[in-house]
């Protein structure tokens, strides 16, 4: 149980997982450039010791390695687990007393401690420019904090125990912000802080905020959790950490005495500036929009204080072993909030939001004639209701019936599927309607649609394991390469237009249908590179981050019945269009000046 960050920093280096960068290195991309090489090679944790511009030290990857992320709360993760469980089941210390004895012994831990004088100590004042400013991609607008933990309260119901503790984008520098006055909060308006908002403009006055960075590691994993309703981030913070979280107030703003900086401020009402572009999770830049302003008040930091950092990007990055741990500690909470559902697996390859496996339970069918799906159709509109996961765009849903399945293993998920699907009945749209802020392949920020494909019963067909020949020698769309059996990638022009597409696609069509039926090949993709395509991680990233259902989904043969489309193979628009926000790609000459860091007699030498 760690103290403070550094406490954590010093047992990873003794049990060999985590090493010191002693040569000086530029915030401005090449920390992020050497974070990254190390993370895909499963390398250990980074502690920079010497960074341009700042006194400050600043660690990355800690939890790089979901071994590293257990290791590191190994002493309270069991009893934390505990709790989220009693949350979710709270009659179950009624049924076994006994059992929940460590349960409750570590939430004595869990409630905030307040110091008694609100006096700060322990901290100097400094400013944002003393901060390590670390620009992430080569076209980000400006330094951001990628792991801050973001305080805020609701005016109605002042308090830390009705407070909210989210990990919301804040810019530092860059764009029309005032360095050391002014810094750009990013968060979505359905968000705890985006509820304290709206709370503070309808009174008219200005939103106070604090922003922790540092401290021990289970506030950073506090500030991400999707915890039961009742347990506070601040709880939560203090169960995992196996200590209070302490904190004081200094005018009116709160503080947290556990974190290595603390910067304090206010959002007044409807103040916003341009914030980013930034490299985002999904693998692409979110683009420049208007987003709150927060009025600096003071920047605090510890002697000695340690900034935290990681580095968002295409999957897998380090957020993806976050991900990892929070499905362990968690575990069956989406079973408890939705009755019926079993599993539920945000592919992190997609870009997480974007793409959805779930299974959940057929009940209905002893009472039909045919198997098909019914309690699932209920379920899939319980699922995108919800917490984030109501962020998805494509839905894949089944029901188990003979043979056990798992999410996680997504070619044989997705194989299952494709042998039972009838294409006639069984893809469902909702158009315009809300997903991710991030994700551009909609018709709007915030804007675009989702689809639903539920399919169950008994196997009606054998997939194809080759290219089949209808998908042969086509005009204009050339180069098929088989993605998994039952879909193929096939390279299509350049999109210029919704128009042309249309028109290019029913001639793709008609040139099928021409060659005969396809049932072997439910699937076809188009794509700008289709041998890229083929790499099945490649096809989950580009397929759903790429397309908008209602708009780039076609049909062999579609047709409505009754307001329902239907066709005989789908095809997916996987193209690269005008309005999609850049790619990320790393500078080549960034990462020809790290390798200095990587030689003989370098920090990372034996990485």
């Known amino acids: 149980m760690y103290r403070n960050l550094e406490e954590c920093i010093i047992d990873l280096e003794n049990t060999g997982q ?32 010497n960074i341009k511009g700042t006194n400050y030290r600043a660690v990355s990857n800690l939890f790089g390695t979901i071994e590293r992320s257990k ?10 687990q505990s709790v989220i469980a009693l949350r979710n089941d709270p009659m179950s210390i009624v049924k076994n007393p006994f059992r929940y004895i460590k349960t409750g012994i570590a939430a004595t831990k869990a409630l905030p401690w307040k110091k008694s004088s609100n ?20 076209n980000d607008g400006g330094a951001f904090i990628t792991l801050p933990q973001v305080y805020t309260e609701d005016l109605d119901n002042p308090g830390i125990m009705n407070s909210n503790l989210g990990m919301y984008r804040v810019q530092l520098s860059g764009n029309d912000y005032i360095m050391n006055k002014e810094v750009g909060m990013h968060y979505q308006t359905q968000r705890g802080i985006g509820v304290h908002q709206q ?13 922790f960075i540092g401290g021990p590691p289970a506030h950073t994993l506090a500030a991400i959790m999707p915890l039961p309703e009742g347990l506070s981030e601040m709880t939560f ?3 995992l950490s196996g200590r209070n979280f302490r904190y004081c107030y200094d005018e009116g703003y709160c503080v947290s005495l556990d974190a290595d900086f603390v910067i304090t401020g206010e959002i007044y009402p409807c103040e916003t500036k341009p914030e980013g572009p930034f490299g985002d999770h999904i693998g692409y830049y979110s683009l420049v929009h208007d987003f709150p302003v927060m009025r600096v008040n003071k920047v605090y930091a ?25 499905h362990e500690l968690t575990g069956d909470a989406i079973k408890q909030e939705i009755p019926g559902v079993k599993e539920v697996h945000a592919v992190d390859a997609a870009g997480v939001h974007p793409l959805l496996f779930a299974i959940g339970s057929e009940r209905y069918t002893p009472y039909q004639q045919v198997k098909q799906p019914s309690e699932i159709l209920t379920i899939a509109n319980r699922i995108l209701g919800t917490g984030h996961v109501s962020l998805a765009k494509y839905l894949f849903i089944t029901a188990e019936e003979n043979k056990p399945l798992d999410t996680r293993d997504e070619i044989d998920f997705l194989t299952y599927i494709l042998e039972r699907i009838d294409l006639h009945r069984d893809i469902h749209f909702q158009t315009n309607t809300t997903i991710d802020t991030l994700d551009y392949s909609g018709t709007g920020l915030n804007e675009g649609s989702k689809v639903v494909i539920a399919a169950y019963g008994d196997k009606i067909r054998d997939l194809c394991n080759d290219i089949p020949e209808q998908l042969k020698g086509i005009s204009n769309f050339i180069d098929p390469h088989l993605v998994m059996p039952g879909i193929v990638a096939i390279k299509a022009p350049e999109f210029s237009s919704y128009k ?25 993709i188009l794509c700008d590179d289709s041998k890229f395509m083929s790499i099945f991680n490649n096809f989950l990233w580009a397929t759903f981050t790429r397309s908008n259902p209602s708009h780039d989904i076609y049909g062999v043969n579609s047709y409505y019945k009754n307001k329902h489309w239907a066709c005989d193979n789908m095809i997916i628009d996987a193209r690269i269009k005008p309005h999609h926000a850049p790619q990320l790609i790393l500078d080549p000459l960034v990462e020809e000046r790290i390798e200095r860091f990587f030689v003989e007699g370098a920090s990372l030498n034996r990485l």
């Open 18 to 49: 985590l090493v010191r960068v002693h040569e000086e290195v530029d915030p401005n991309l090449e920390m992020a450039a050497i974070h990254m090489r190390v993370y895909a090679n499963g390398g250990p944790a980074l502690l920079f010791e």
């Open 71 to 80: 290791f590191i709360f190994r002493d309270t993760i069991n009893e934390t």
């Open 119 to 138: 006096k700060v100590q322990g901290f100097k004042e400094i400013q944002i420019s003393d901060l390590p400013l670390i620009q992430h991609w080569p």
């Open 199 to 211: 709370s503070a403009r309808k009174d008219r006055v200005p939103l106070k905020v604090s922003i």
């Open 237 to 239: 913070a203090g169960l």
């Open 302 to 326: 510890k002697d000695k204080a340690i900034w935290p950092f990681t580095v968002v990007g295409r999957p897998p990055q380090e957020d993806t072993s976050f991900g990892d741990l929070v």
């Open 500 to 524: 042309q597409a249309q028109e290019e696609i029913n001639q793709l069509c008609i040139t099928i249908v021409s060659k005969g039926e396809m049932p072997i090949c439910p699937v076809i």
